[in-house]
T-cell receptor
Framework: DVKVTQSSRYLVKRTGEKVFLECVQDMDHENMFWYRQDPGLGLRLIYFSYDVKMKEKGDIPEGYSVSREKKERFSLILESASTNQTSMYLC????????????FGNGTRLTVT | GDSVTQMEGPVTLSEEAFLTINCTYTATGYPSLFWYVQYPGEGLQLLLKATKADDKGSNKGFEATYRKETTSFHLEKGSVQVSDSAVYFCALSDHADKLIFGTGTRLQVFP
């Protein structure tokens, strides 16, 4: 089974801090994704990556950046955390073939105070 | 752009009742369609998928048929259990192989 591991389950940070959310997958998947999940809004795509050192903006990239130095690891960075970034963050990976499903981690619930 | 619309919840049912959660989509081309389930405190898990028109995806007693003529992918189960209580997400893969999700439907099943 594919395993997608997010480094923290719960995180509490202060406004203005730089925050790193880490995600590792163990199945040599090409594609990796970061979504945020908010009640009533479903999942919204922040950034995704098709290959090492490649990144593409999703629907809501403002206030975020990403890093993919190795194929198995995809990091989400909040350059200066704000209270409106309090949310559940979900990392996912996929094979990269058409119709491939996404495999999700268990999520990181981030609270910015 | 591409989008997914699913019925608002919560859907509240008694055990052994019939379940339908409606999902319709708007897309250019021929997307693959998915249902994901999220149990409390967990990430999303793939429940079933269909990759072309008239395909039926099925898993754990759940079914959904890809209907191109009505642009729908409704989720059904003949007899729900308490353990099916979760949030269900309909999704499509766009031309760039990203998944676009609906807003989710919470299902609550009572004994």
């Amino acid at each position: 089974d594919v395993k997608v591991t997010q480094s923290s389950r719960y995180l509490v940070k202060r406004t203005g801090e730089k925050v790193f959310l880490e995600c590792v997958q163990d199945m040599d998947h090409e594609n990796m994704f970061w979504y945020r999940q908010d009640p009533g809004l479903g999942l919204r795509l922040i950034y995704f990556s098709y290959d090492v050192k490649m990144k593409e903006k999703g629907d809501i990239p403002e206030g975020y950046s990403v890093s993919r130095e190795k194929k198995e690891r995809f990091s989400l960075i909040l350059e200066s955390a704000s209270t409106n970034q309090t949310s559940m963050y979900l990392c996912a990976s996929s094979l990269g073939r058409r119709g491939s499903p996404l495999h999700f981690g268990n999520g990181t619930r981030l609270t910015v105070t | 752009g591409d989008s997914v619309t699913q019925m608002e919840g919560p859907v509240t049912l008694s055990e052994e009742a019939f379940l339908t959660i409606n999902c319709t989509y708007t897309a250019t081309g021929y997307p693959s369609l998915f249902w994901y389930v999220q149990y409390p405190g967990e990430g999303l898990q793939l429940l079933l998928k269909a990759t072309k028109a008239d395909d039926k995806g099925s898993n754990k007693g759940f079914e959904a048929t890809y209907r191109k003529e009505t642009t729908s992918f409704h989720l059904e189960k003949g007899s729900v259990q308490v353990s099916d209580s979760a949030v269900y997400f309909c999704a499509l893969s766009d031309h760039a192989d990203k998944l676009i999700f609906g807003t989710g439907t919470r299902l609550q099943v009572f004994p």
